[in-house]
């Protein structure tokens, strides 16, 4: 669809082109500022734990399963938001901001009205350090953004972007504007999309012509990888029926070969959503259900691939082998070879494994570490194979908001190497964000 070949983009700069050939966008180069990074917990902490924000705003990095790490590991992509205590409003816009881990720098590339409280802009890394993409709201559309770190030119695209092919070849996404609703009645779930903007047509019943679009970044042809009718189809579970239906999480593997997809039905004058787990490989095809809806109603949260793009994590309650408490789980993308992880502690938070499954990171939700007895939420390492547990830190995050949107989760990630982790906290009630070095401890 042609567009008018000028407008304002969410910084206010000037955009040239159509989407069908990608927007190019001219910014003002700013340059890194210099601040100092500043030690946490340091007798109390496993590793070397430090701020890595400065003390001028309220930062955040992405989700628990993507790396806020560049491919060399010398930079973190980060946002910083322009408040905490409120509804993420479009027009106000967040920074995409990029810290120098060596020099201790920060530089703002580009400022976005698409983002959310829990994955704030969705920064992901292209395949090298050049290349960083976000979100933003561009003609009436949210799309991808890139912006090339070298020569400073940004370039829109023409489809949303929830997660990027790890090769860079393309990104996918269900529209953004449809996860995020709180105006005019939950779609999803408020904090991972965009803020509501222009006319957004909810969803009825399952279409053929919506569901999760995949944009070639080469070509910039956006198109249904899998659209909502054909996972309907698939799913064929008659609790469905009269459900309107979402996608929300989309996932690449590592290796770039499947894609895992939440699937939610959501009935007409409720906001609750009723998932499933699909799976596929990257070109749509070969669908398998790793996790049915009634195997998730029993309770579970946070699927996350395995480092071998084969298996699935996630906080899954077992009830179809006797258990009653959310337990660390893996699967593998077709259902099959089901594993309680640990039984010795209930499954919570935010949980990844590094590559040779000996250690499983996680957090948790303020009420479930304060029932614990923690003052702060823990950053959870748990040996696999010894049961054993240690807190990386402890970290506030209980801030006095008051709705659930505007909380802050840890949401820890390792590094590429997994000898770093990466987590959100709120020291002082601000928002900021953390890197533990564990190289003399794992």
């Not at 992405?62 to 060399?72: A, N």
């Not at 720098?105 to 976005?112: A, L, R």
């Not at 803020?195 to 999760?212: C, E, S």
Request: proline share 5%; with cysteine.
């Amino acid at each position: 669809m042609k567009r008018r070949n000028f407008l304002r983009t969410s910084a206010g700069l000037l955009a040239v082109g159509t989407f069908a050939k990608g927007f190019s966008i001219q910014r003002m180069q700013a340059s890194p500022r210099k601040f100092a990074f500043r030690n946490y917990q340091e007798k109390a902490s496993v590793g070397n734990v430090k701020i890595v924000t400065p003390d001028d705003g309220y930062y955040i990095h992405t989700f628990f399963d993507v790396c806020p790490f560049s491919p060399s590991q010398k930079f973190l992509a980060v946002n910083k938001l322009p408040y905490q205590d409120r509804h993420a409003t479009y027009g106000d816009t967040a920074d995409v901001c990029i810290i120098d881990l060596e020099n201790e720098t920060i530089e703002t590339v580009y400022s976005t009205k698409g983002w959310g409280y829990q994955l704030g802009a969705n920064i992901n890394w292209g395949s090298t350090d050049r290349y960083l993409y976000t979100n933003d709201i561009i003609a009436n559309q949210a799309v991808c953004v890139r912006i090339d770190l070298e020569t400073k030119a940004i370039k829109a695209f023409a489809g949303p972007m929830y997660h990027m092919a790890p090769d860079e070849s393309a990104v996918i996404g269900f529209p953004l504007e449809m996860i995020d609703g709180y105006q005019d009645g939950n779609a999803t779930q408020v904090g991972y999309g965009v803020p509501p903007f222009g006319d957004r047509k909810d969803i009825t019943g399952a279409p053929a012509d919506q569901g999760l679009w995949q944009t070639d970044l080469a070509t910039n042809q956006t198109g249904l990888l899998l659209n909502l009718k054909e996972a309907f189809s698939f799913i064929d579970d008659p609790f469905y029926q009269g459900a309107n239906c979402y996608f929300f999480h989309s996932k690449y593997n590592m290796q770039g070969t499947r894609i895992f997809q939440v699937f939610r039905g959501v009935f007409p004058g409720s906001a609750k959503y009723h998932p499933t787990l699909l799976s596929f490989t990257s070109d749509g095809t070969d669908l398998h259900k790793p996790l049915s809806r009634e195997q998730w109603a029993h309770g579970g949260n946070h699927p996350n691939w395995h480092p071998d793009g084969e298996r699935i994590i996630m906080n899954v309650t077992p009830a179809w082998l006797g258990e009653k408490q959310m337990r660390f789980c893996s699967f593998h993308y077709t259902g099959a070879d089901f594993k309680i992880l640990s039984t010795k502690y209930t499954g919570s938070g935010h949980p990844s494994v590094d590559a040779t499954s000996s250690y499983l990171l996680s957090d948790y939700y303020v009420g479930e570490y304060r029932k614990l007895g923690y003052k702060d939420c823990p950053i959870r390492l748990i040996h696999l194979s010894t049961g054993e547990e240690v807190a990386i830190c402890e970290v506030f995050t209980d801030l006095d908001i008051r709705e659930s949107t505007f909380r802050i989760d840890p949401h820890p990630v390792w590094s590429r190497d997994y000898k770093r982790v990466c987590f959100n906290g709120a020291p002082g009630g601000v928002r900021q964000v953390f890197v533990a070095d564990l190289n003399g401890f794992l």
